[in-house]
Each structure stands twice: as structure tokens, then as C-alpha cells.
């Protein structure tokens, strides 16, 4: 049941958070229906009381008259024959029930005399009504006090089987010549009052639901025209994201909507224009880097070749000419790495770089660090974790040696720490390949562009690099459908996770998580 219920009001509540104008229709409808509600309310109490007020009014009018008639009846018979007084409420009631030629104003219910001995007092009433149609507390107040009293009270209906309102009026008569008291009760239909109250109850009934429809279809209407041109910047917005920048907004007017149509159409133009821009910058600096890079390596591979030949002879030259050769070829390999990473990077910007995959163990990877040379000379102590049973994926391995060659030397060479640890897991869809060490570690801003290319978190230091390690490593990984994600803490260390999917698997979210959480770095490189 509860699922049913779930699945029912999903679709509404996902609709209702989507949709402003829903929400506006609704609570216009809700709010309009809730106040239109409180005041009909007050107003059919305020008429409800009117009309029991008025009709208690004139029927205690009516009574006190009645009642008044027939104690001068009483009087006026006692002094003529005493007899007369039974005679008088007899008369009085049978009066009543003879009546014809259009409804009853009231019905009567006579009981007494009161000062009876007999367990049961007599009761006289006009047909329709009987001394039940009298409540107690009101027959308790008549036989007690003088005066006239009332009450409201309901009769059964002998058409429809239900109760019928009425107002039962009491007083009692004093018999003079006896003494005897007889306690008289008006009983007064209100059913009049009733038809006039639903009548009334109806009509607000009817007059609400078109307020609370004619409210909901002006904001329906109202909002239709707010909310179209946000419809339509929304659109073109999503067509922007999508790369098409060439649309706008329609202005018409002079009105606020026609200001925004015309600001978006502005912001807009502007995007387009810095975007292009930008485009175009790319596109240079991209053919540069590449024309550079092609340009440099045939004069570059001569040179070094020269450099070769001369380190090979350093043994026949003065010292600093030896040390200058050895000097000439160490840069000249450095030079040809930077070349080589720029063309891999002109590469992977005109998406022609390609992978060589095949069966790779990322364990043996992992297990392969611990000879690194580069830790080796260092002093560093590698721990190698969760590389005891095979993590395979399709991969290219050279690349994949890069990626982990690379993370390992900046662990090497820039965290200060005595010891690396490598970690390796994996699940149903992935292998992940982490690289933690525990030295300096790096702040919020430099984990946001520590993937940035040429970027280097101390500019100063004397140590080499390019700046572009990390960045080729990022597009290795992306290269292969994998991931590269870094978590820092200043003072703990630097953690390098490398996820790759398994065949048929996705790397996110990965198998194992960085340290500290994942950092979210920039993806505009």
C-alpha cells in the first residue's frame, strides 16, 4: 500500500517541484479556497445566529401573547364558574389541532395540573408533537419558576425519518379558583429557517468554487505571462550549453520582461563573442605548441645526436669541457622529454591519440613500484597494499607506467615524505590504483589546479619539471575511460587515486576514494 501511495504521488511532487507555475496556480487555488472558506464561514454563522434570533424572538412574542389569553380566560371563567378552568385548556389545545387552511404557526403540549397526586401527569398536545418534543431541563425550569423559558430541540421528521428543528417555548398557568398549575409548551417549526440557511449555506457554497476557480485561472494567466519569456531564456540557455550560441530572445515592449529579453540578448552576444575568442586562442596556441613541437624535432634529434657523440669523447677533453658535454647532453634529454610531452599534448587537443590495449595486472604495476629507481635513489620506503591477487583491465600499458611513473615521481621529488604507499583495489567494475605519500600536502587552491598545465605549486624551487606531468597523466586516464583524482591535507600528505573500468565496467565512482575526499579540479585543460 505504501508503495502504491509512493508511486502515485512521486510524479506530483516531482512535477510540483519543477514547475513554478504550478506552484503558483496551487497556492493561489489553496490559499483563495482557505480564506473564501474562513469568511463564508463567519458569514453563515453570523446569518445562522440572525435568523435564531429573529425567529426566537417573534415566537417568544407569539407565546407570551397566547399565554396571556388564556390566564385571562382562567380568571374571567373563575368568576363565572370555576369549573371552566379545565374547559379553557382543553379548548385551548383542541383549538390548535382543528386549525386548518395552510401550515401550523406552532403545535402545543399542555401538562398539569402539576399539583396532581396521581404518578403520571395528564398530557394534552395538538397532534403531531408529544410531551417528548419537550426537553427536560425546560420542563424542570417551567415546574419550578414563573416566567416564560425556551429551548431548541429536534423532532423526528414523520416524512423523511430525520429530526426537524424547533423552538419549544414554556411557561406555566395558575388556575385561581384551584390553585392547580399547568405548565403550556409552544413548540415552533424552523424549518423555515433551515431551508433559508441551506439556501444561503448553497449559494456561498457556489459563489466560492467560482471565486476559487476565477482566482486560479487569473493566476494561471497572470503567471503564463511571467513565466514565458523565463520558459524561453531557459531554452535558448540549454542551446548555449549544447554549443549553439547564435539564439535570442524576441523583445517586445518596454516592459521589465522586454529589459531582461534585451539584458540576455546582451550577456549573451558577449559570451559568444569571449567564447570565440577563446576558441580562437585555443586554436593558436594549440597549432603553435604542435607546428613547435614537429618544427623543433628534427634540428632537436641532430643536435642531441652531436651531444651524444661528444659525451662519448668527454674522456679525451680538459674538465670543464667534459663537464660542459655532460652538461649539453643531460639538458638536450630534458629538451627532448618536454618536446615529447608537448606533442602528446597537441595530440590529445586534436584528439588523435590512440591506445594500444591489452590484458594489464594493475597488482604487478603496483608491485613494480617498489623498484623504481627514482624511490630507489631517493631513500624512500614503498609499501605496496592489495597487490596480492590479480586486478586486470584493457589498458595500454605504456601509458598506464606513465600515469604511475609520473605520480610517483612527484611524491619523490616534492612531498618531503620518507615513505610511499601503494595501494590497489577493485569491485565488479573497476580497479583503482592509489599513490599516497605523507609529506607537505597541498592546500584547497593548489589541489584545484595541481591537474593545470605548466602549473607548479612553487614556481621558486630549483627542483625540474614542466608543470605537465599531471596533465598528460589526467588525459591518459581519461584517454582510457578512467579517472584521475587527488585528495590533500596540508601537513598530512597528498593521495593520487587512478581508476580504470574493468572490461565492460565504468570508473565512477571509483573503487577506492582519496584521502580527505575527492578534490573537485578544474576541467577546462
Known amino acids: 500500500m505504501i508503495r502504491v501511495v509512493r508511486d502515485v504521488t512521486a510524479p506530483v511532487l516531482r512535477l510540483w517541484r519543477r514547475s513554478v507555475q504550478l506552484r503558483v496556480v496551487g497556492s493561489t487555488v489553496v490559499l483563495s479556497g482557505l480564506a473564501i472558506a474562513l469568511t463564508g464561514w463567519a458569514l453563515l454563522g453570523d446569518i445562522a445566529q440572525g435568523l435564531a434570533d429573529s425567529r426566537r424572538e417573534s415566537a417568544v412574542a407569539e407565546a ?29 389545545v383542541d383549538s390548535q389541532a382543528q386549525r386548518g387552511g395552510g401550515p401550523r404557526r406552532h403545535e402545543l403540549v399542555v401538562e398539569g395540573p402539576l399539583t396532581t397526586e396521581e404518578a403520571t401527569v395528564p398530557v394534552r398536545s395538538s397532534s403531531g408533537v408529544s410531551a417528548r418534543a419537550v426537553p427536560g431541563d425546560l420542563a424542570d425550569a417551567v415546574r419550578d419558576d414563573d416566567g416564560v423559558f425556551w429551548r431548541y430541540a429536534r423532532l423526528p421528521a414523520a416524512s423523511d425519518g430525520g429530526d426537524d428543528p ?100 546582451q550577456m549573451a552576444a558577449s559570451l559568444q563573442t569571449q567564447i570565440t575568442r577563446l576558441e580562437n586562442l585555443s586554436r593558436l596556441q ?157 592546500d584547497d587552491d593548489q589541489a584545484l589546479r595541481v591537474f593545470d598545465r605548466f602549473w607548479r605549486a612553487d614556481p621558486a624551487r630549483s627542483s625540474a619539471g614542466t608543470g605537465l606531468g599531471l596533465a598528460i597523466a589526467r588525459e591518459d586516464a581519461r584517454l582510457h575511460g578512467g579517472t584521475l583524482r587527488v585528495g590533500s591535507r596540508v601537513g598530512e600528505g597528498t593521495d593520487f587515486v587512478l581508476t580504470l573500468p574493468k572490461p565492460g565496467g565504468d570508473a565512477r565512482p571509483p573503487a577506492l576514494e582519496p584521502m580527505g575526499g575527492h578534490v573537485p579540479v578544474r576541467e577546462d585543460v
Open 286 to 442: 594549440q597549432r603553435f605548441v604542435s607546428d613547435v613541437s614537429h618544427e623543433l624535432r628534427t634540428p632537436l634529434t641532430t643536435v642531441t645526436m652531436a651531444g651524444a657523440v661528444l659525451y662519448d669523447a668527454r674522456s679525451r677533453f680538459d674538465p670543464p669541457t667534459a663537464r660542459a658535454a655532460e652538461l649539453l647532453l643531460r639538458e638536450l634529454q630534458r629538451f627532448e622529454g618536454l618536446l615529447s610531452d608537448l606533442m602528446d599534448l597537441s595530440r590529445f587537443d586534436a584528439g588523435a591519440a590512440q591506445l594500444e590495449t591489452d590484458a594489464l595486472d594493475l597488482a604487478e604495476v603496483a608491485r613494480r613500484v617498489a623498484d623504481d629507481p627514482v624511490l630507489t635513489r631517493k631513500g624512500l620506503r614503498v609499501v605496496v597494499r592489495g597487490a596480492d591477487r590479480p586486478a586486470v583491465v584493457d589498458a595500454d600499458d605504456r601509458r598506464v607506467d606513465r600515469i604511475v611513473r609520473n605520480l610517483t615521481t612527484n611524491a619523490a621529488a616534492y612531498s618531503g615524505s620518507a615513505e610511499v604507499v601503494v595501494t590497489v583495489a577493485q569491485d565488479d567494475r573497476c580497479v583503482s590504483l592509489s599513490v599516497r605519500d605523507h609529506g607537505c600536502g597541498l
Open 64 to 92: 407570551r401573547a397566547g399565554l396571556d389569553r388564556v390566564q385571562s380566560q382562567l380568571v374571567a371563567g373563575v368568576e363565572t364558574e370555576p369549573s371552566a378552568a379545565s374547559q379553557a385548556i382543553a379548548q385551548l
Open 166 to 265: 424547533v423552538l419549544v417555548v414554556g411557561s406555566r398557568l395558575r388556575v385561581p379558583s384551584t390553585g392547580d398549575l399547568y405548565a403550556v409548551y409552544y413548540v415552533f417549526s424552523m424549518a423555515e429557517q433551515q431551508s433559508t440557511l441551506a439556501l444561503v449555506r448553497n449559494a456561498l457554497l457556489l459563489a466560492g468554487v467560482a471565486m476559487v476557480a476565477m482566482l486560479g485561472g487569473l493566476a494561471l494567466l497572470v503567471s503564463r505571462q511571467v513565466l514565458g519569456p523565463v520558459r524561453l531564456a531557459r531554452r535558448i540557455a540549454e542551446r548555449f550549453a549544447s554549443g549553439n550560441l547564435e539564439q535570442r530572445m524576441h523583445v517586445r515592449g518596454e516592459d521589465d520582461i522586454a529589459r531582461l529579453s534585451t539584458s540576455f540578448n
